[in-house]
């Protein structure tokens, strides 16, 4: 079995737990330390160099994957499966697991021999033991180096353990008796164990001498331990070397939870469970889209820039837009660069970032019909797809770019340290001693290149375990796909959804003289004043703007400034209102038409005359009052008081008295109302005269003759708008609206 193995061929082996790629492996190892375990590595002898790691770097899934698959004969698939499916195999460490797989090796190589030699069990097994101890036995040298020495009694216990499903029982792991059981583990009640791990991870740079003194410190001199058995004894306090192996061995056992509490950023990154599986919801090309956006690990003449990802889950593939900032903008031209090369998204996810949140995209998104989810804050590992892959772009391209900054603080720190030292040397150029070069449009030429032409074409591990595709490469996976896909016919029609908007928000009333955009007046004769508009700016003519009702579902027309666009203004203003005039008449023209049908006294008449008939119609009941007087009240009454009676004439002559009751009598008979005629009211009300006017037209139908003052009464009272009115009213309501 080989020990030593390349990065190369690791990735080709596909461990579980391990990258498939070489590039991963390598950021694998540099993450997990495995050049900080002296011993365990080695350069690489063979052209090329590199490293080499040993076995007991890999994780025990790993190792346990690649002994089972390079050395069948050792151990039976079979077997192995079965005993890797026990509970107690997996927390078993990875010596312990080695010494059962080294004797269950051995029993396999018992069973060929029992098959083969046609002996008895016991025979057999004697055999077998004599051909182990002579070197004859066909096992790995590991198996050898875990079993020293073999009885037919080991055997026996070995195959009935195996038999009764107790392989556990076949791990040797002869610390296990006294780990966790040392001074410092116990002492105090366990009390010195929980402190020390206090310590280191309020402070992970402590020392082991720091954390002595610090438990001297709390714990004094001596400890208090129980030993088997329930013994209390008092030991001292362990020297350094104790307290620095103890150390140690809490930082291993313990290192998820000191990373949880030290660093959440990285506990987050390697240790949080993360085994959603979104991939597995999504069916369907360019279902659902990640997008977020990172700072170039590299310099660029004009600073550094930021680049936007966008990932489609189903095929994994990439689209990267290069923008000097953050912003809404670099969002819409990333989604345009998108849907021209695949098609409309249904759903994109992104993080709550001003960009993404910003009114011009979600007025982008909206408008093109795409549902925006966003991730909680602080939780990238909601949207992990897109996360990943702005890693291993910043990783595998940034590398190879003049001008390149490193990933991390650190190496940030060591190219500071080397601008220094050149900056000693003389060398005041920075931009020499960073090698930069590159402009804006160069780098997105390089994203473009890398996206397209290196990452689409690469096996990805994501798509290794989909039956349903031949190749598994994103370019590979999307090219199989044979379902619909959405597309934009017109780009002119996506270009002008990406188009600015005047101000803040876009929205502008259009006033007597057009819309006001930046100070200028942009006439739009074709939408009327005082209307809400939604305006886009022309991108190739800033005199031009385009207006749309305030949702964007409906085109109102464009609008021109004549000052911007070089027209004369006098003559631009003449169309204008000639358009407007236009608009106007055609607007007007059935009103107008309406409106002349309509006598100027009609609204008077009706509405007044309903108003008096429903008054008509209600009494309010009487209320007690008292009367409210005051000195002016009572002075001013006096005005219409009656006068006083006059003083009394002297009695007339008798031819003068007669005279005068002669003419009396005259007056009374000419004044005496007519016999058939009997008043309903007492004065002269609108009920009176429209009664009177029903009397006298029913007389005249009747055939009767009426006086020539009430004929010439009646035809001018008709002609008036109260009698109207009342007819409307006698009418519809009869006597009860008199």
């Known amino acids: 079995m080989k020990l030593w193995l390349t990065a190369a061929e690791i990735a080709d082996l596909a461990l579980p737990g391990l990258p498939a790629t070489k590039r991963n492996v390598n950021a694998y190892a540099e993450v997990s330390g495995w050049t900080r375990r002296a011993g365990l590595w080695r350069p690489r002898r063979g052209v090329g160099g590199g490293l080499e790691y040993h076995l007991d770097l890999l994780p025990p899934d790993a190792r346990r994957a690649y002994v089972a698959r390079l050395m069948p004969e050792a151990v039976p698939v079979d077997v192995a499966e079965a005993a890797e499916a026990e509970p107690a195999a997996t927390s078993m460490r990875d010596d312990a697991a080695e010494a059962r797989d080294a004797r269950l090796a051995i029993l396999a190589a018992a069973e060929r021999i029992f098959a083969s030699a046609k002996l008895p069990r016991e025979h057999a097994d004697l055999l077998t033991v004599a051909d182990y101890a002579a070197g004859r036995l066909h096992v790995p040298p590991w198996v050898r180096a875990r079993v020293p020495a073999l009885t037919a009694r080991s055997l026996k216990r070995w195959r009935a353990a195996a038999r009764d499903g107790r392989t556990a029982s076949l791990a040797v792991d002869r610390g296990a008796a006294r780990r966790g059981l040392g001074v410092l583990d116990t002492a105090e009640g366990g009390q010195v164990r929980v402190y020390a791990l206090a310590v280191i991870a309020r402070q992970p740079h402590l020392s082991a001498d720091h954390v002595r003194e610090l438990l001297r410190q709390r714990f004094g001199e001596t400890l208090t331990v129980v030993r088997s058995g329930g013994e209390v004894k008092t030991v001292p306090l362990p020297p350094i070397r104790t307290v620095q192996d103890a150390l140690r061995r809490w930082r291993e056992t313990e290192k998820v939870a000191l990373t949880a509490i030290t660093n959440p950023d990285a506990y987050k990154s390697r240790y949080k469970l993360a085994g959603n599986n979104t991939a597995s919801t999504v069916t369907r090309l360019n279902e659902v889209w990640q997008i977020d956006a990172s700072p170039m690990d590299a310099l660029c003449v004009d600073g550094r820039h930021s680049v936007y990802l966008a990932i489609d889950i189903w095929s994994r593939r990439v689209v990267v837009y290069v923008s000097k900032t953050p912003r809404a903008e670099a969002v819409g031209l990333l989604l345009r660069r998108a849907i021209l090369a695949w098609g409309v998204p249904e759903t994109v996810k992104t993080d709550n970032g001003s960009d993404f949140t910003a009114k011009a995209s979600q007025r982008l998104l909206a408008s093109l019909g795409i549902e925006h989810t966003l991730s909680p804050a602080f939780t990238p590992e909601d949207k992990p797809f897109v996360e990943r892959v702005v890693g291993t772009f910043q990783r595998d391209l940034g590398p190879l770019l003049p001008g390149f900054i490193g990933h991390s603080v650190a190496d940030r720190k060591v190219i500071e340290a080397r601008r220094a030292f050149s900056a000693r040397l003389g060398d ?45 490469t994103p370019y590979g996976a999307a090219s199989s796909y044979t379902g619909p896909i959405r597309r934009i016919e017109d780009v002119r029609v996506l270009d002008l959804l990406l188009a600015p908007v005047a101000g803040k928000d876009g929205v502008r009333t259009v006033g007597k003289q057009g819309v006001r ?178 009397d006298l037209r029913a007389r005249l139908e009747r055939g009767e003759e009426i006086e020539t003052a009430d004929a010439l009464w009646l035809g001018g009272y008709e002609a008036g708008p109260e009698f109207r009115s009342f007819q409307d009213l006698y009418a519809d309501f009869g006597e009860a609206a008199l």
Not at 449 to 468: F, I, K, P, Q, T
Not at 628 to 643: I, N, R
Request: proline share 9%.
């Open 517 to 694: 955009i930046e100070g200028s007046f942009y006439h739009a004769p074709q939408v009327l004043p005082d209307t809400q508009v939604f305006v886009r700016m022309d991108p190739a003519d800033m005199g031009r703007a385009y207006l749309f009702a305030l949702d964007g579902g409906e085109y109102l027309g464009e609008a021109l400034c004549p000052e911007i666009l070089g027209i004369d203004p006098a003559e631009a203003v003449a169309l204008a209102k000639e358009a407007r005039k236009s608009l106007i008449d055609e607007r007007t023209a059935e009103i107008r038409r309406e409106a002349k049908s309509i006598k100027p006294r009609d609204f008077a008449d009706v509405i007044l005359g309903r108003a008096n008939t429903a008054a008509s119609k209600v009494v309010a009941f009487p209320r007690p009052s008292d009367v409210h007087s005051t000195p002016q009240l009572t002075a001013a009454a006096e005005v219409f008081a009656e006068p006083p009676a006059p003083a009394a004439r002297p009695p007339l002559p008798a031819a003068e008295a007669a005279l005068q009751a002669e003419i009396e009598a005259d007056l009374a008979g000419a004044a005496a109302p007519r016999p058939n005629v009997q008043p309903l009211r007492r004065g002269d009300t609108p009920q009176l005269r429209f009664r009177r006017a029903l």
């Open 428 to 472: 005041q150029d920075a931009a020499k001693a960073f090698c930069v070069e590159l402009t804006g449009s160069d780098l997105q030429g390089y994203c473009d290149a890398w996206a397209e032409n290196r990452y689409a074409h690469r096996a990805h591990a994501g798509l290794r375990g989909r039956a349903d595709l031949r190749v598994h």
